[in-house]
């Protein structure tokens, strides 16, 4: 418990240097009031605008004010709270001191509050994330113990090569080659479509439905990466697994190889294979970016760089923290599946 606390107190500072990283990153790179007005708004509107954003006041301040508003711990007077519409539990008189939903302001594009942008493409990320790491997890570990078990082999060989090959080709690049092949060159064949989200809209009624085939090609292409590395570190982690003692026990009390392999062997084998499945899971959630962006499927990664397009700070600021709490959650949730796998390991 001592251990989980604090893990949980490193996590809090791990957020507290991405908020002051983030914050210093987009410092000076273009004046946020002349993005919102524009190039034909006068003097007296600028300074309101910068006003209204904190940029009239020193840098540090202005660092403790948007810490003060992504914090979930906060005090803010009485009129900030209606201003920004915060939710939570505030005490006091006019200063008030609360508990609230991190606030991540508004973006300069469309003048929605930054979370609600974040929370209408998480969906769309989750349901890819999802079935891009079923697809490598289930081939990766059946392919993996397959490879162990027929070690030397030629299935094993063609385990260890396709693995590398997965291993050694970017995303970017198996995007725009998969794309292009099942999207463009063989779409009669196929039926798939080179860019489309997870729900279209019918042109006569307006209603939204759900398309499932526009999931295919992103799942399959971020899915490429994580299986192969999946694959590897499976095989690997059998090897050394079947070459204990008490393998060989198992298979002298008569059972079979099929109850040998996936009760006994697998099972102690899975913790380096939870570590890779836990690391990518967040990786994926947290936005991949150049894959949603080159199939125009709307997630968290399409969503920045197209923020980023428009120079809209605040959505980009609140996708990196977003990541950011989405890789702690699951690394401590990987925490909590090594005592459910492995009984020796102790949270």
């Not at 403790?64 to 711990?73: A, H």
């Not at 900030?80 to 508004?106: A, D, S």
């Not at 084998?269 to 709307?298: C, R």
Request: charge should be positive; glycine fraction near 8%; proline fraction near 3%.
């Amino acid at each position: 418990m001592i251990l989980f606390i604090r893990k949980i107190f490193y996590s809090i500072l791990v957020l507290l240097g991405v908020v002051a990283l983030v914050f210093i990153m987009f410092q000076g790179l273009g004046d946020p009031a002349k993005l919102l007005i524009g190039q034909t708004g006068d003097k007296k509107t600028l300074d309101n605008i910068r006003k209204d954003l904190y940029l009239d006041q020193p840098k540090w301040k202005q660092f403790l004010l948007y810490l003060n508003d992504v914090s979930p711990l906060c005090i803010h007077n009485k009129s900030e709270i209606e201003k920004k519409q915060l939710k939570g539990l505030f005490i006091g008189g006019t200063t008030k001191v609360g508990i609230k939903i991190p606030y991540l302001r508004k973006s300069y594009q469309t003048k929605k509050n930054v979370t609600d942008v974040l929370l209408e493409a998480l969906p769309g990320t989750i349901l890819l994330a999802v079935t891009a790491m079923l697809f490598a997890t289930i081939i990766g570990i059946l392919l993996g113990v397959l490879a162990a078990v027929k070690k030397g082999t030629w299935m094993d060989t063609s385990a260890v090569f396709a693995s590398i090959a997965g291993i050694s080709a970017p995303s970017f690049f198996m995007a725009i080659i998969i794309a292009f092949l099942f999207g463009v060159v063989l779409h009669a064949y196929t039926g798939l479509n080179l860019t489309g989200s997870w729900f279209d809209m019918d042109e006569v009624t307006g209603e939204k439905y759900l398309t499932i085939k526009n999931l295919l090609l992103p799942a399959f292409t971020l899915g490429i990466r994580p299986l192969a590395i999946i694959t590897q570190l499976t095989r690997s982690s059998m090897l050394d697994v079947l070459s204990q003692d008490y393998i060989r026990t198992a298979y002298a009390k008569g059972l079979n190889k099929q109850t040998v392999v996936f009760k006994h062997a697998l099972r102690n084998a899975l913790n380096p294979v939870i570590t890779a499945i836990t690391g990518w899971f967040a990786e994926l959630l947290a936005g991949a970016f150049f894959v949603e962006y080159i199939f125009g499927w709307k997630g968290i990664g399409k969503i920045t760089v197209d923020a980023l397009g428009k120079l809209d700070y605040p959505v980009v600021m609140g996708a990196v923290l977003l990541s950011a709490c989405i890789f702690i959650i699951i690394n401590m949730m990987a925490d909590v599946l090594y005592g459910i796998v492995d009984p020796r390991v102790k949270l």
